[in-house]
Every structure is written in structure tokens, then in C-alpha cells.
């Protein structure tokens, strides 16, 4: 087939593909983003978030990916003189660590096993003997496929004068979150993961104890990710700055979708052919990356066997089959693969997944026994039907 007319299948832990409604909500006119037509759009678009974030919270937009939000994060919540304690078990949690060196902030690390989540009575005795600003954990580590029980974290923290900073980048919208119930205090993600559509549009919103710090200015360096003039800005139907208006347009799209769909549905969906995927992959004789009970929904992160190098299965998948996953760009280099589960998905996306999965090994000079991969898949997804 000429290289242009085979199908591209975007099948990363982001960005995602963007299903063609959302597409499409995207050329929309641009409004003036002062206006009374975008004031509206603003204002159902945060509305439409917040179950998806379980939160009564306001929720912020800005133009921006999400690590630019993680920094904001950070840049709101630790003045000169405070201190947080990060919890770190994988990429993302390490580039929290980063922003904090960055910003000059002082930070404690509570590592656990790249796999594995750092659970909570860790947390709780770091904040028995330490009086810190913010806790700061990753949802749902995307690097390794584990997820953080941030319930249990955050029912530790609300003990404390600690708030909870939370990085949902690859989990909102895919995978159940409950800001208020969970006490998360400060709370952001990014609109191309497991919302759909495509990158540069980012979120926040944070509780009551989270803006009481956040309102502090002890020597906080920031101006456009200040978030006192983000709150403000949000309760007139604004952006501070200039909205990415036609991100915005989307993102109501794929609320839409979502709630269309039904929002404990979507969470289920994503359950489902997750599991299947993974079930799939161990009758092939493939097995996660992350062992521990909570594994991630969004992201399939499979450990590659001895002696095959899981960047040359991405180049593969990509050149023959035109089907984009990712590798690992960590210590877990060529030892890893991982398949986005998030979005838009369907039974076809996570079918086509192992199918060429299957070649690749077999193209490669794996010996794969042949559909036993699919039979498990399928078995996964009826008993889960
Ligand atoms: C993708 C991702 C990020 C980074 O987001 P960018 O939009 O690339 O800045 C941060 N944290 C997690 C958990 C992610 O999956």
C-alpha cells in the first residue's frame, strides 16, 4: 500500500488520537475570548469537568501542556522557606523533583520501586516528623503503568497542614478520580490524554485548603501561572490570558462524548479493555511492567523478554504497520512498551493492537503460539461484558 493511503494509528499514552467530532469541534469559529459567546463556552466546558475530576471545585484552563501546570503547581504552593515532600516512582514524579530544583524550592523525596506507588503510611510518618507545605504525588505514573492510591494518601494528608498536590495528566478522564472525597487539593491535568483532544490545552482546580496557601505570597515567583489571577479570571467565565479557544471548543466536544457516554461508563470502559489488552498480552507470554494491585487503566506498560530490545519492536510496529506506540525513554529503555488505553478507544483498537503485536514478534523471529493471544483478549472481554 502507498505509505500515504495505510492507515496512521496513533496509539500512544499521549498524545491520543482525537476522535473526528472533536476534530472537527476545533474549526469553530475564534470569538473574542472577552466575550459573551466564549464566556459560555468557558462556563459549560468547566462544568462538564467536574465530575470527570469529582470536584465542586472551579476549574482553571490555560494554554498550555501539563507540565507547564505541574510547574504552576509548585510555583502557587511553596513559598521561600517551605518545603514538600514528592513521592517518586517513575518519570513523572522525577520531573516534579526537577521543577522543585528549578523553582529553589526544598523538597523531600519518598521513592518507591518503579512499579510499584508509594503508599500511604510512608507518607503519614514523613508528616509526623516534618512540617511540610505539599505533598505531591502522580496519579497515574505513565512511565510504568502504577497507580497511586491517592485516597489513602490523601486521607493521611488531611490530617496535616499539608496540602495535596496531584498530577492527573494521563488519569483524568480515563480512570475514576474523586478530588473532593480524596482531599486532593491541588489538582492538573492535560486535554491529550485520556480527554482527546489534541495537546495544549491544561487544567487545574483546587479546594479551599489548597487556595489558603495558594493566596500566601511569601516570595512566590509567578505571573502567568499565578493562580490567584487564574480564580479570578475563572469566576467571569475568563482565562486570565488569552484562552486556546479552539482547544476549549474541543474539550466541550469531548465532554459531550463522555457524558453521552456516561462517565461511570467510560471509567468501566476503560477497565475493561485495559484488562483485556493485558490478558492478551500474557497469553502471549507478556507481562506488565507494574505488578502491584493497582495497576493503571490509560496505559498498558508491558515488559519485553530477555533479549528483545522494545525499541525495536516500536520501529517496527511503526514502519510496517504504521501503528504508533511508545517505548521508554527512562532507565527502562528497550525493556518496556507501552500502548495507550485511553480516549476514545474501542474492542477494534485493543484487537488491531495485539494482532500486530503478534506480527511484530513473529516478523521479528519471536515464536508466538498463534491467536492464543486473541483468544485470551476475547475471553477477557466477554467475561467482563
Ligand atoms: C504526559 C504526562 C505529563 C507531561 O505532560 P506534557 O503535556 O507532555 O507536558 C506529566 N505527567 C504525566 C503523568 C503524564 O502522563
Known amino acids: 500500500m502507498a505509505e500515504a ?62 507540565t507547564g501546570l505541574m ?65 505531591v504525588a502522580v496519579h497515574n505514573e505513565s512511565s510504568t503503568g502504577a497507580v497511586t492510591d491517592l485516597e489513602a494518601i490523601g486521607a493521611v494528608v488531611r490530617e496535616s497542614d499539608a496540602v495535596l498536590v496531584v498530577d492527573s495528566i494521563s488519569g483524568a478522564g480515563g480512570l475514576d478520580l474523586q478530588q473532593d472525597a480524596w482531599g486532593v487539593d491541588v489538582l492538573v491535568t492535560a486535554s491529550q490524554k485520556a480527554l482527546m ?44 490570558f488569552t484562552s486556546p479557544i479552539p482547544l476549549v471548543y474541543s474539550l466541550r466536544e469531548a465532554l459531550t462524548m463522555i457524558h453521552s457516554e456516561g462517565w461511570p461508563e467510560v471509567v468501566s470502559r476503560h477497565v475493561r479493555l485495559c484488562s483485556a489488552l493485558r490478558a492478551g498480552a500474557a497469553a502471549m507470554g507478556l507481562s506488565t511492567f507494574t505488578k502491584s494491585p493497582m495497576l493503571s487503566n490509560t496505559v498498558c506498560v508491558l515488559e519485553m523478554p ?47 493492537d495485539l494482532m500486530l503485536l503478534e506480527s511484530t514478534f513473529v516478523d521479528l523471529g519471536w515464536s508466538v503460539e498463534n491467536g492464543t493471544g486473541m483468544a485470551a483478549l476475547d475471553a477477557a472481554l466477554q467475561n467482563a461484558a
Not at 23 to 45: D, I, M, N, Y
Not at 308 to 324: I, Q
Open 5 to 66: 493511503s495505510r492507515p496512521y494509528r496513533l496509539r500512544l499514552p499521549g498524545p491520543t488520537a482525537v476522535p473526528e467530532r472533536i476534530r472537527k469541534a476545533l474549526s469553530e469559529p475564534v470569538v473574542a475570548h472577552r466575550g459573551p459567546e466564549f464566556k459560555e463556552v468557558l462556563t459549560e466546558t468547566a462544568a462538564l469537568t467536574k465530575p470527570v475530576l469529582g470536584t465542586n471545585n472551579d476549574v482553571m484552563a490555560f494554554a498550555s501542556s501539563g
Open 306 to 352: 530477555d533479549g528483545l530490545d522494545g525499541s525495536e519492536v516500536v520501529r517496527h510496529m511503526y514502519e510496517k504497520y504504521r501503528t504508533v506506540i511508545a517505548g521508554s525513554r527512562t532507565k527502562l529503555r528497550g525493556k518496556v512498551i507501552r500502548i495507550g488505553t485511553m480516549g476514545g478507544i474501542s474492542e477494534d483498537d485493543i484487537r488491531t
Open 71 to 135: 510547574e504552576a503547581a509548585i510555583a502557587n504552593v511553596l513559598g521561600q522557606g517551605d518545603k514538600a515532600l514528592i513521592l517518586v516512582n517513575g518519570q513523572f514524579g522525577e520531573r516534579f523533583v526537577q521543577i522543585a530544583e528549578a523553582l529553589n524550592r526544598e523538597a523531600d523525596i519518598i521513592e518507591a520501586p518503579w512499579g510499584e506507588a508509594v503508599c500511604a503510611e510512608a507518607v503519614k510518618d514523613k508528616l509526623a516528623g516534618n512540617n511540610y507545605r505539599a505533598v
Open 197 to 240: 483532544c489534541p495537546p495544549g490545552l491544561a487544567l487545574a482546580s483546587v479546594s479551599e485548603k489548597g487556595w489558603n496557601v495558594i493566596e500566601k505570597d511569601v516570595g512566590k515567583a509567578r505571573f502567568y501561572w499565578d493562580l490567584r489571577k487564574a480564580r479570578k479570571s475563572a469566576a467571569q467565565g475568563q482565562t486570565a
